[in-house]
């Protein structure tokens, strides 16, 4: 069984820095989309980041073009989303993902992902 364990997200000024990390387990496909999302309060999901599994191929959201970027770590089978010069509109919960046995296509909607983590909180504030 898939388990995604997301940590890092806490409160910080405009402009300030936070690096995410998605702890996976439970599987050994190598064709795996991982992806990081966020939901703010009365919106719906949004996908912020894709990467495959071997991150030779990124994806992002044009809001976060430039600021964020997403990495992963294959012995620590952990995704990172480093997130700089940060806004009050990135505020929102943010949750790791995985497409399992097939590659990221480009930034795909939730529905395309199967397994979630419980998702870390990250409140800028201005």
């Known amino acids: 069984q898939v388990q995604l364990v997301e940590s890092g997200g806490d409160s910080v000024q405009a402009g300030g820095s936070l690096r995410l990390s998605c702890a996976a387990s439970g599987y050994t496909y190598r064709r795996t989309c991982m992806g990081w999302f966020r939901q703010a309060p009365g919106k719906e999901r949004e996908g912020v980041a894709h990467i495959n599994a071997g991150g030779v191929s990124t994806y992002y959201a044009d809001s976060v073009k430039g600021r964020f970027t997403i990495s992963q770590d294959n012995a620590k089978n952990t995704v990172y989303l480093q997130m700089n010069s940060l806004k009050p509109e990135d505020t929102a919960m943010y949750y790791c993902?995985?497409?399992?046995?097939?590659?990221?296509?480009?930034?795909?909607?939730?529905?395309?992902?199967?397994?979630w983590g419980q998702g870390t909180q990250v409140t800028v504030s201005s």
């Open positions: 993902a995985a497409r399992l046995g097939s590659p990221c296509g480009g930034l795909w909607s939730a529905g395309n992902f199967g397994a």
